[in-house]
C-alpha cells in the first residue's frame, strides 16, 4: 500500500516566524510532488509543485524535495493569521495514474 | 473566465433516492475525477478519467456511478447502494494525469 505521511497537526506558529511542514512518501518512483492549501469548508488550492531534489522558492513558500530520503518539506516565511489552513502533500503514484494524497497538516498560527 | 464548477453547493438526499453531482470544466483539461472528503479526513479518489468516453474506478468507487459523455463534463451519480453517502465531494480536473489537479469549489451532500 503506498502511502503518504502527515503529521496532523495542529501546529501551532506565532505570527512573524517560520512555520515548516513535512511529508514522507513510499513509493521510490515517484517524480511529482505537490502541495496545497485547504481552508476550512473549501476546496484544495495549489501552492507549490516540485519536481526536483533541491528547493523552490515562490514569494513566503519554500518547497523542498529530497527524493533520496523520500521526503518533502513547505517551508512558510513571515507567516501570517491568513496562513492558518490544512496543508495537503500529493505526490503521484508511479505506477498508475493517480495521485497519493496526505491526510494533511493543520496549522494554527497565532497573532 | 476558466475554472471548475459544481453544483449545487448543497444536496439533500433521501432514504433509497440517487442524486447526481455536477461537475463542469472550461479548461480543456483531458483528465478529471471525483474525490470523496469526510470531516478531519484526506482525499478518497472515487473515479478518474483520463479521457472522453473512459473512465477508471477509484479507492471507493463502490455505489457510485460516472460517465463521461463530453469533455468538459464528468458528472456523479451516488446510488441508494452507497449507505454513508454523507461527505464533501469534490471534482478536480489535469491536463493529463499526474499532472497538477485543479478543484471546483465543492459539494456537501447530507441525508436526510
Known amino acids: 500500500q503506498k502511502e503518504v505521511e502527515q503529521n496532523s497537526g495542529p501546529l501551532s506558529v506565532p505570527e512573524g516566524a517560520i512555520a515548516s511542514l513535512n511529508c514522507t512518501y513510499s513509493?521510490?518512483?515517484?517524480?511529482?510532488f505537490f502541495w496545497y492549501r485547504q481552508y476550512s469548508g473549501k476546496s484544495p488550492e495549489l501552492i507549490m509543485s516540485?519536481?526536483s531534489n533541491g528547493d523552490k522558492e515562490d514569494g513566503r513558500f519554500t518547497a523542498q524535495l529530497n527524493k533520496a530520503s523520500q521526503y518533502v518539506s513547505l517551508l512558510i516565511r513571515d507567516s501570517q493569521p491568513s496562513d492558518s489552513a490544512t496543508y495537503l502533500c500529493a505526490v503521484n503514484d508511479g505506477s498508475n495514474y493517480q495521485l497519493i494524497w496526505g491526510a494533511g497538516t493543520k496549522l494554527i498560527i497565532k497573532p | 473566465d476558466g475554472g471548475i464548477t459544481q453544483s449545487p453547493k448543497y444536496l439533500f438526499r433521501k432514504e433509497g433516492q440517487n442524486v447526481t453531482l455536477s461537475c463542469e470544466q472550461n479548461?480543456?483539461?483531458?483528465?478529471m475525477y471525483w474525490y470523496r472528503q469526510d470531516p478531519g479526513q484526506g482525499l478518497r479518489l472515487i473515479y478518474y478519467?483520463?479521457?472522453?468516453?473512459?473512465?477508471q474506478k477509484g479507492d471507493i468507487a463502490e455505489g457510485y456511478s460516472v460517465s463521461r459523455e463530453k469533455k468538459e463534463s464528468f458528472p456523479l451519480t451516488v446510488t441508494s447502494a452507497q449507505k454513508n453517502p454523507t461527505a464533501f465531494y469534490l471534482c478536480?480536473?489535469?491536463?493529463?494525469?499526474?499532472?497538477?489537479?485543479?478543484f471546483g469549489p465543492g459539494t456537501r451532500l447530507l441525508v436526510l
Open positions: 478536480a480536473s489535469s491536463m493529463a494525469t499526474q499532472e497538477t489537479q485543479y
Open positions: 516540485i519536481y
Open positions: 478519467s483520463q479521457i472522453v468516453n473512459d473512465f
Open positions: 513509493d521510490r518512483v515517484s517524480q511529482s
Open positions: 479548461l480543456n483539461h483531458d483528465a
